[in-house]
């Protein structure tokens, strides 16, 4: 009997112990479903099972989502700031620069986060359709010595051009090996230097006459040229004979004063004489195919004021002279020889 009792309660007891497991996982699968319900709404669609509750895997989906929507979003972000920051880039933009001849041309090329990527300067000529490897890193890969590449500590490739000149002239590409390459062009003109010998209204001049034991003064302009110190670079001649330095004559004085763009320089002859007639030639030591030629003119015995006057005379009246061939005469001629022969 009492064995009889003791089997019902434990099947009674199980029962109940079923009910409130059942219902206990009811709450937490409820619960659950609600919270992942919660999650995958926020990144996505839910997964729903039978019974029209959502499959635990979506407790693992819902953050994956989240992790790869982060992902998309900061490689977005962080792609967008590398094509403008942190790659390769210039710090300048292209440009165009002026030099004299002779001077030393820097052309900058200053570059942000190289990192691995290798600098080149070439140049572009024909219009852009020939193009001459100059250098490569710190390496020359040109014939022509005066260009060197010179780094600038921290970013700065710069291309050095020594004694530019006129051919020197044209644009210039600073490259990055980059996929594409990038580039920045500069510019480079070279002004034309000069070299006149010009009269007190800075006209070029040709011709000047001095009286016999005056002094002559001629003044020699150099414009455009990047003028050296270490040597007189303004030369004076007479005919083919240097006068800088002559001490065989005397009273010769050479003074030339060194500017930013070019020099003036005056040659000065004391008490002259015909002998000193002749072509005065001014003439750059680094630039002697660009001569500057003045003829002199040493009058001898004869003056100025006279020179000036018989120019007048002969230019305002040049028929009136009275020399045995003068137009004038023949009229008289002819009425004395038939005055004579009537007699």
Same mark, same amino acid.
């Given at each position: 009997?009492?064995?009889?009792?003791?089997?019902?309660?434990?099947?009674?007891?199980?029962?109940?112990?079923?009910?409130?497991?059942?219902?206990?996982?009811?709450?937490?699968?409820?619960?659950?479903?609600?919270?992942?319900?919660?999650?995958?709404?926020?990144?996505?669609?839910?997964?729903?099972?039978?019974?029209?509750?959502?499959?635990?895997?979506?407790?693992?989906?819902?953050?994956?989502?989240?992790?790869?929507?982060?992902?998309?979003?900061?490689?977005?972000?962080?792609?967008?700031?590398?094509?403008?920051?942190?790659?390769?880039?210039?710090?300048?933009?292209?440009?165009?620069?002026?030099?004299?001849?002779?001077?030393?041309?820097?052309?900058?090329?200053?570059?942000?986060?190289?990192?691995?990527?290798?600098?080149?300067?070439?140049?572009?000529?024909?219009?852009?359709?020939?193009?001459?490897?100059?250098?490569?890193?710190?390496?020359?890969?040109?014939?022509?010595?005066?260009?060197?590449?010179?780094?600038?500590?921290?970013?700065?490739?710069?291309?050095?051009?020594?004694?530019?000149?006129?051919?020197?002239?044209?644009?210039?590409?600073?490259?990055?090996?980059?996929?594409?390459?990038?580039?920045?062009?500069?510019?480079?003109?070279?002004?034309?230097?000069?070299?006149?010998?010009?009269?007190?209204?800075?006209?070029?001049?040709?011709?000047?006459?001095?009286?016999?034991?005056?002094?002559?003064?001629?003044? +020699? &302009?150099?414009?455009? $040229?990047?003028? @050296?110190?270490?040597?007189?670079? =303004?030369?004076? /001649?007479? *005919?083919?004979?240097?006068?800088?330095?002559?001490?065989?004559?005397?009273?010769?004085?050479?003074?030339?004063?060194?500017?930013?763009?070019?020099?003036?320089?005056?040659?000065?002859?004391?008490?002259?004489?015909?002998?000193?007639?002749?072509?005065?030639? +001014? &003439?750059?030591?680094? $630039?002697?195919? @660009?001569?500057?030629?003045?003829? =002199?003119?040493? /009058?001898? *015995?004869?003056?100025?004021?006279?020179?000036?006057?018989?120019?007048?005379?002969?230019?305002?009246?040049?028929?009136?002279?009275?020399?045995?061939?003068?137009?004038?005469?023949?009229?008289?001629?002819?009425?004395?020889?038939?005055?004579?022969?009537?007699?």
């Amino acid at each position: 009997m009492w064995l009889l009792m003791y089997s019902c309660l434990a099947l009674l007891s199980a029962s109940q112990s079923q009910t409130d497991v059942t219902a206990a996982t009811e709450n937490v699968t409820t619960t659950a479903a609600a919270r992942v319900e919660t999650i995958v709404v926020t990144k996505g669609p839910s997964t729903t099972v039978g019974g029209g509750r959502t499959q635990w895997v979506g407790l693992t989906v819902a953050p994956m989502l989240n992790y790869i929507f982060d992902a998309h979003n900061s490689h977005n972000k962080h792609q967008h700031y590398h094509d403008h920051r942190w790659g390769p880039h210039f710090e300048g933009k292209s440009t165009n620069i002026t030099a004299q001849a002779g001077a030393n041309v820097m052309l900058d090329c200053r570059i942000s986060l190289l990192q691995d990527k290798t600098v080149s300067w070439v140049r572009r000529q024909d219009n852009g359709e020939k193009m001459n490897l100059l250098t490569v890193g710190q390496q020359t890969y040109t014939g022509d010595s005066r260009y060197t590449v010179e780094f600038q500590y921290p970013d700065n490739w710069r291309l050095r051009i020594k004694s530019a000149n006129s051919s020197d002239e044209g644009q210039y590409e600073c490259q990055i090996s980059t996929h594409p390459p990038k580039f920045i062009h500069v510019n480079l003109h070279i002004n034309a230097p000069s070299v006149r010998v010009i009269d007190g209204m800075g006209e070029p001049l040709r011709d000047k006459y001095y009286e016999a034991d005056s002094t002559i003064e001629l003044l +020699c &302009v150099v414009r455009h $040229m990047a003028m @050296q110190m270490q040597y007189s670079v =303004v030369q004076w /001649l007479h *005919g083919n004979r240097t006068l800088n330095y002559d001490t065989t004559r005397g009273g010769i004085s050479v003074k030339t004063n060194l500017m930013e763009e070019g020099a003036n320089s005056t040659l000065s002859i004391a008490r002259v004489s015909p002998s000193d007639s002749g072509n005065y030639t +001014c &003439v750059l030591t680094t $630039m002697p195919e @660009q001569p500057a030629t003045v003829h =002199v003119h040493v /009058l001898n *015995g004869e003056s100025l004021a006279e020179l000036h006057h018989g120019r007048a005379s002969s230019q305002n009246h040049p028929r009136l002279g009275l020399g045995p061939s003068s137009p004038a005469l023949l009229p008289l001629l002819g009425f004395v020889l038939g005055w004579l022969v009537r007699r």
